[in-house]
């Protein structure tokens, strides 16, 4: 039997022509249009600060083409097994003393396999939950089952990205299917948990990849209530490696027609923050990004120094979002 989650959208919310005419409009028009949305859905003077912690690093048996945790690339990572969720708990308790208000967590994982392991990432969801913080996970393909213990642990969000176009997606990896991604993401609607999805630019995708990404992410069953927008982090040893930075305009008009589409959701501002400019994060938050990540690394790869962003932040009269001030959980 098809569940209901598993049918086709019967309608579209967005059709591809009306997602393109929206990425092509004149930027400063879009970026007009899109603080105009986001200042109707948001406090647009609130950021909410993220932290990342990679939980299981490296020697991942996927092929990501950018991704410097593959065991296909040679990327300068120290592969590191599963820590212990005391130490995880740690960290989360230093993010969320510098302010941080969602713990993410990643692994370098294929897919998560019941047993020792995921029992002990669902004990990290708990104590995150307990310590007062939004909990998000991020560990590759996941069954529903394992979608409904997550829920059970109090997981806020489940973040697994489409990354791109369907037909460019083959080109950056072979090791999986873009159907594997949305069968994810399904488990994860039919567990009841939100899904945080978003893609990367700047891997040498077309603006008409870009725009089916988005169009995708705009008709899912279930869209994102956050969508995470990265620019690609060319990682030494990952065959992306030397590909020029995205071009600051270009990042903004992904995070300005990524706002038009999910007035409601977290736009993250994600990888690539220290290629862009100041100035350039300014519109960024001004085209309706409300939030990023924080703290000195990403997973792996550099992000800027909790100094440089609360500099950034006074400099723009922003103020980080307080716990308080969450939406209330379905
Ligand atoms: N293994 C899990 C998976 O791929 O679903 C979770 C961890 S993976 C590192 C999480 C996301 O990080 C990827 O989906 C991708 O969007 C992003 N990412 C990885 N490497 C990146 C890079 N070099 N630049 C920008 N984003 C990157
Ligand atoms: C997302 O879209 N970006 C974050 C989070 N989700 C997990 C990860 C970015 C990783 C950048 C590469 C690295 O640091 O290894
Ligand atoms: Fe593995 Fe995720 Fe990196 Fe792909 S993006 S190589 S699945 S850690």
């Known amino acids: 039997m ?30 007009f249009e899109a603080a105009r949305v986001y200042r109707d859905h948001h406090d647009e003077r609130r950021v909410q600060l993220c932290t ?10 996927e092929d990501c083409g950018y991704c410097p945790q593959s065991a296909h690339h040679d990327a300068p990572v120290e592969p590191r097994k599963l820590m212990d969720a005391r130490e995880v708990l740690e960290r989360a308790r230093e993010a969320r003393d510098a302010g941080s208000t969602r713990f993410c967590m990643g692994a370098a994982w294929r897919e ?9 990432v669902l004990e990290m969801v708990r104590g995150v939950r307990r310590l007062g913080l939004e909990a998000c996970c991020t560990l590759g393909m996941i ?3 394992q979608a409904r213990r997550l829920k059970e642990a109090g997981l806020t969000a489940y973040n697994h990205n489409l990354d791109s176009s369907e037909e460019f997606y083959g080109k950056v990896i072979s090791t999986r299917s873009y159907e594997d991604r949305l069968r994810t993401l ?20 077309s603006l008409e990849d870009r725009v089916a990404l988005l169009h995708t992410l705009a008709n899912l069953e279930n869209p994102p209530e956050s969508v995470p927008v990265n620019a690609l982090v060319a990682a030494p040893g990952t065959p992306l490696e ?7 305009f270009e990042f903004v008009r ?15 501002l994600s990888a690539g923050r220290l290629s862009l400019s100041p100035e350039a994060q300014a519109l960024c938050f001004l085209a309706g990004a409300d939030s990023i990540f924080t703290g000195e690394k990403l997973l792996t790869t550099p992000n800027p ?26």
């Not at 209901?4 to 019967?10: D, E, I, M, R």
């Not at 990342?52 to 991942?60: D, N, R």
């Open 2 to 31: 098809i569940s209901p989650a598993a049918k086709a959208p019967s309608a579209e919310r967005w059709t591809l022509k009306a997602v393109r005419e929206l990425f092509e409009r004149p930027l400063l028009d879009l970026v």
């Open 52 to 61: 990342l912690l990679s939980v299981k690093t490296g020697a991942c048996p």
């Open 112 to 120: 998560v396999k019941d047993g020792p392991d995921f029992d002990r």
């Open 143 to 145: 069954t529903e089952e």
């Open 186 to 205: 399904r488990n994860v609607a039919r567990a009841g948990i939100s899904a945080c999805c978003g893609g990367i630019i700047g891997m040498g995708e």
């Open 242 to 248: 030397g590909r020029p930075p995205v071009d600051a």
């Open 254 to 268: 992904m995070i300005a027609a990524a706002r038009v589409l999910f007035p409601r959701a977290k736009v993250r």
């Open 305 to 330: 120094s909790w100094e440089a962003d609360r500099a950034l932040l006074k400099t723009l009269g922003l103020k980080p979002l307080k716990p308080e001030e969450h939406a209330p959980e379905a």
